[in-house]
Every structure is written in structure tokens, then in C-alpha cells.
């Protein structure tokens, strides 16, 4: 039977503190909040029209989600009720805030 040392108390300290961390990442984090990102939070605050306009359909349906959760985005040169407007019409229709943009 091994004697216990100093060293071997320390090293079972440290890898049980270790497999304690690593479980506990494991399990996905939740009550340690790792896995509350939010997809949306990845979405600028600001366009500018030119910007605006190149963004695909699937881009735009992220942004309008996002802005649907609550996440201020403007477009240079409107109001930021009227950029989620023109969000929420691009969402729907993207050539009619196309033009409407262009104008």
C-alpha cells in the first residue's frame, strides 16, 4: 500500500478539481450560463443602406429575428422605428424595401 504523501494528496486534489471543472462544461454549462448565447447578439446595431442592400434573404431573415427579440438596429438615415419597418417589409418582400431603400 502506497503512503500518503504530501505529493499524492495534492495530486488527487488537482484532478479531481479537474474532472470536476470539466464535467460540469460537459454537461453543457447551463447553470453556469456558457450556452446563453444568443445568435441574435451576432448582428450589427447599424447598416448603411449600401450594406443593407447587399444582404441576402437568409441574412435579412436573421436580422428581422433579432430585431424581433428586442435588438435595436438602424439604417443610416432612418429612425430606428423606421428601420424596423423597412426590416421587417425586406423580411417579407426584399425587392419592395429594395426600392423603397433606393429612393
Not at 23 to 44: C, E, L, N, W, Y
Not at 45 to 71: H, I, P, T
Amino acid at each position: 500500500m502506497q503512503r500518503l504523501t504530501r505529493r499524492n494528496v495534492l495530486g488527487v486534489t488537482v484532478f479531481s478539481a479537474a474532472a470536476t471543472i470539466a464535467a460540469a462544461t460537459h454537461a453543457g454549462g447551463k447553470k453556469f450560463g456558457f450556452s446563453d448565447i444568443d445568435p441574435s447578439d451576432r448582428v450589427p446595431r447599424w447598416f448603411s443602406v449600401n450594406r443593407f442592400l447587399r444582404l441576402s434573404k437568409e441574412q435579412v431573415y436573421k436580422v428581422d429575428r433579432a430585431v424581433r427579440r428586442g435588438r435595436g438596429v438602424i439604417i443610416e438615415g432612418y429612425t430606428r422605428s423606421e428601420s424596423r419597418e423597412i426590416i421587417s417589409l425586406a423580411n417579407k418582400d426584399l425587392g419592395a424595401a429594395h426600392a423603397l431603400l433606393k429612393r
